[in-house]
């Protein structure tokens, strides 16, 4: 294996020094080393990869380093980015060639690691029209109302699980005969941001008494994402040719992980969306994200000028797949970061309680329809996204062509990196960035919203950013509006501190820190009970899902 690494070494060098000499220089940045250029500045492993590469900051607004044969540049200001990412969007969109997780994980049919071709292109136009703000209004807000009174419903009963209700969970083993990484195989509690989006996308109805099926196989499957990602899986990158190999050779193991990973990606894919179009053919069924794409895909005009219903159902359920990718991390992560501001911001808490006792009484929960009405407590979502955007540097760009900006050449096949976190506490643009402060946004102050950046750029920007919102600001207003989260203390009575400390990973969760949320009155319990009780409860549809596990190939 040994020579195969140093052949391929030897064929980057040999190929970088014999381009032709570039008519611009590249960004200022780090100086390489002779072979693997600038290969000891990449983030070391454990460290979050933001705090790293703001360390290059003072190379400039654009700094450039080259990674066997790849051109990264780094870019420290936000209205370049706009420039390159936004107003270039037409030769900044691709995304980097994986050959491990696009081709041989399945990963690629996902949209956030596809390259920009034509079925990208589809995808991204069904998810803009599908989850545009006044389908979000029109189609899915009753279900996102819905959703967060089952979460207040959830940390009434048990508040000590508060965070958990939030995010994602491992708690229990199960199979559904698929084989996980490791010894125990591990299945996801409910949480809320899961059971708005399988609703909307799919129409599913999670299990809310045990572990719901399709929440431990997507959790499996993202684990799989980010163990991938994680890892450099650099030799088969650099010699595609090894995935040709048999698997059983001394050093091809990484083809039986990616066989066993592509399983989980095809059943993601395929078995939420056969359910959805199973309940397309009951009389009653609401609309969803699937049945409403999949009808206006088979009107399209591409579908009546030749393309088949395969292929037109691939773009629609890999589309549907993404949304859930997209959403059911980053709404957990805000909503802990949301919680720890209250905990060091107790009067940012006060406040927004006593503007929404004001506007909403104390006979109702808040609703969508109250978000202009309430703008102190939407200002409290936007802070939360700019404190610490949870995806502090976006996924990479990749260019198409050569980009000749301000007298810096940038090559074909270069990584464009955004630093979401500098643009978001650039002490030029945020007042005291590090400080927990809503009142940025408001008069007289008008600080720029944090959303035109921490959901990306150009044509790779989060299609769900409405949805998001729209789930975020319902979380926060309602759990403000029912709930006091306040300092945990220990056996002592001492108040515990909570500190901010993010793990490292594309999607920066928070380390776990220690809190309390118990209701604000006996009244606002009873608040709860009533409106859930006045509440439609739906069936779960777990049971159709564990047969339809049952019957794939283990």
């Given amino acids: 294996m040994l020579p195969l690494v140093l052949a391929a070494l030897i064929l980057l060098v040999i190929l970088y020094h014999i381009r032709p000499p570039p008519r611009h220089p590249l960004p200022p940045g780090p100086k390489p080393l002779p072979l693997l250029g600038n290969i000891a500045h990449l983030p070391p492993r454990n460290t979050p990869d933001y705090l790293h590469w703001l360390k290059l900051k003072d190379y400039g607004p654009l700094t450039s380093l080259r990674i066997l044969g790849t051109t990264l540049i780094v870019i420290h200001d936000a209205a370049m980015a706009v420039d390159l990412l936004d107003r270039m969007a037409g030769v900044a969109s691709d995304r980097p060639q994986m050959v491990f997780a696009q081709d041989l994980c399945g990963m690629g049919r996902f949209l956030v690691l596809r390259n920009w071709d034509v079925a990208a292109r589809r995808q991204r136009r069904f998810m803009n029209q599908q989850l545009g703000p006044r389908a979000v209004a029109a189609q899915y807000r009753r279900v996102q109302e819905s959703e967060v009174l089952k979460l207040l419903v959830r940390i009434l009963h048990e508040p000590e699980n508060a965070m958990e209700h939030f995010k994602t969970q491992v708690c229990c083993s199960h199979s559904w005969g698929f084989k996980t990484r490791g010894t125990t195989n591990t299945t996801r509690m409910n949480s809320f941001s899961t059971s708005v989006i399988l609703k909307i996308t799919y129409g599913y109805t999670v299990e809310s008494a045990r572990p719901d099926p399709l929440i ?59 359910f959805a179009t199973r309940q397309m053919d009951k009389t009653a069924a609401p609309p969803t ?111 198409t062509s050569e980009i000749v900006y301000k007298g810096y050449s940038i090559p074909k096949g270069a990584y464009l990196l955004p630093m979401i976190w500098w643009f978001t506490h650039d002490p030029s643009v945020h007042r005291n960035p590090a400080h927990f402060d809503p009142e940025r946004f408001l008069p007289p102050r008008h600080e720029p919203d944090p959303a035109k950046v921490v959901f990306g750029y150009g044509r790779r920007k989060c299609p769900g950013i409405h949805l998001s919102q729209a789930s975020l600001f319902l979380s926060v207003a309602c759990i403000l509006a029912t709930s006091k989260i306040s300092k945990a203390v220990d056996s002592q009575g001492r108040e515990l501190e909570a500190e901010l400390k993010a793990r490292p990973g594309l999607v920066c969760h928070p380390e776990p820190f220690p809190y309390a949320i118990s209701p604000r009155s006996a009244s606002h319990i009873d608040l709860i009970r009533k409106t859930a009780a006045e509440q439609p409860w739906h069936q779960s549809d777990a049971a159709e899902i564990e047969k339809d596990l049952a019957m794939r190939p283990a």
């Fill in 216 to 274: 431990g196989l997507i959790g499996q499957a993202q684990d799989n994402f980010a163990h991938v990602l994680d890892s450099p899986w650099w030799l088969v990158q650099v010699l595609p040719s090894l995935a040709r190999l048999p698997s059983s050779l001394p050093g091809m193991a990484f083809l039986k992980t990616a066989q066993r990973y592509k399983g989980f990606i095809d059943a993601v894919i395929d078995v939420p969306y056969q």
């Fill in 289 to 399: 994200y699937v049945s409403e794409t999949l009808h206006q895909a088979l009107q399209g005009a591409e579908f009546k000028s030749g393309y088949d219903l395969a292929y037109m159902e691939s773009v629609v359920k890999e589309s549907a797949a993404s949304i859930y990718g997209a959403g059911a991390e980053t709404t957990p992560c805000n909503l802990a970061i949301f919680v720890l501001a209250m905990l060091q911001y107790p009067q940012v808490q006060q406040r927004a309680q006593q503007e929404i006792d004001s506007v909403i009484g104390p006979h109702r929960l808040p609703t969508a329809d109250d978000q202009s009405s309430l703008p102190y407590t939407n200002a409290i979502v936007k802070e939360t996204l700019r404190w610490f955007p949870v995806i502090p540097s976006a996924a990479v760009h990749v260019t």
